[in-house]
């Protein structure tokens, strides 16, 4: 089992080009697939591509992301792999719609972000499980739902 204890940095990283470049010609980098949903996780378990065990225990100040690397040396590297996020755009009609949407979000602990005036929501789930729970914003038409992927 390999164990890690923090995110040594991006694979974009000019740092790491060469090294994981050349591991990459001779079949020595191993990704470990994460899903989006386990990207916020401080410790966890998973499983590089070739079946070894990889425990995952992070300092608060990181997370895992697409494209993390978890190991690099002479000999091999693990780098993190996601599979892509999916996000519901919620639309709200006004501003008080808008001011009660970011209320329930807030209390729900849903994972957001902002584009213009749409709240972005991460989808851990089928989007009928957001909507049920805005249900009245929705069947009244002051809130509208779409699905989108990153």
Do not use: C
Not at 10 to 23: G, I, M, N, Q, V
């Amino acid at each position: 089992m390999i164990r890690v204890e923090s995110v040594l940095g991006s694979r974009t990283d000019p740092a790491f080009h060469e090294t994981l470049h050349d591991l990459e010609h001779h079949g020595k980098v191993e990704f470990v697939t994460i899903e989006p949903h386990d990207l916020d996780r401080r410790r966890l378990m998973s499983l590089t591509e070739e079946g070894e065990e990889v425990a995952i225990t992070l300092p608060r100040d990181q997370k895992l992301y697409d494209g993390a690397v978890l190991l690099l040396d002479a000999e091999r590297a693990i780098v993190v792999r996601s599979g892509k996020q999916r996000w519901l755009r919620l639309s709200a009609h006004s501003a008080s719609d808008a001011l009660e949407l970011g209320y329930h979000a807030g209390n729900l602990h849903w994972r957001v972000r902002f584009d213009g005036d749409d709240l972005l929501v991460a989808q851990d789930g089928p989007a009928e499980a957001y909507a049920e729970r805005i249900e009245p914003m929705v069947s009244s038409g002051r809130v509208e739902l779409s699905e989108e992927t990153e």
